[in-house]
């Protein structure tokens, strides 16, 4: 089991950058695969980002690549989510997630969640 807190959203001006980070409060953080989901008001939540327990591999959904990079720092046990160039399509309450399957990368899965955090960009 993980437990997994956000951190680092906030109201930018569109353009802005911000970093959002997930600790999670585990013992064995390297057995979790982890990604990034957001859901703005109205809509569904949508996947947005993930990286495999190892960090070597990584995928980003089309509406934010080439803006957002996930990583990770396994000696952290943090997961980041950098986020440059933000659009105001992008607001919506960013979630962490770990996967449950015992894989090292994985589509489906990710059954832990954190609270989330806000993420607000305006015009």
């Known amino acids: 089991q993980v437990q997994l807190a956000e951190s680092g959203g906030g109201l930018v001006q569109a353009g802005g950058s911000l970093r959002l980070s997930c600790a999670a409060s585990?013992?064995?953080?390297?057995?979790?695969?982890m990604g990034w989901f957001r859901q703005a008001p109205g809509k569904e939540r949508e996947f947005v980002a993930r990286i495999s327990r190892s960090g070597a591999i990584r995928a980003h959904a089309d509406s934010v690549k080439g803006r957002f990079a996930i990583s990770r720092d396994n000696a952290k046990n943090t997961v980041y989510l950098q986020m440059n160039s933000l659009k105001p399509e992008d607001t919506a309450v960013y979630y962490c997630?770990?996967?449950?399957?015992?894989?090292?990368?994985?589509?489906?899965?990710?059954?832990?969640w954190g609270q989330g955090t806000q993420v607000t960009v305006s015009s």
């Open positions: 997630a770990a996967n449950s399957d015992a894989v090292e990368y994985a589509l489906t899965g990710y059954n832990y």
């Open positions: 585990t013992r064995t953080f390297t057995d979790y695969a």
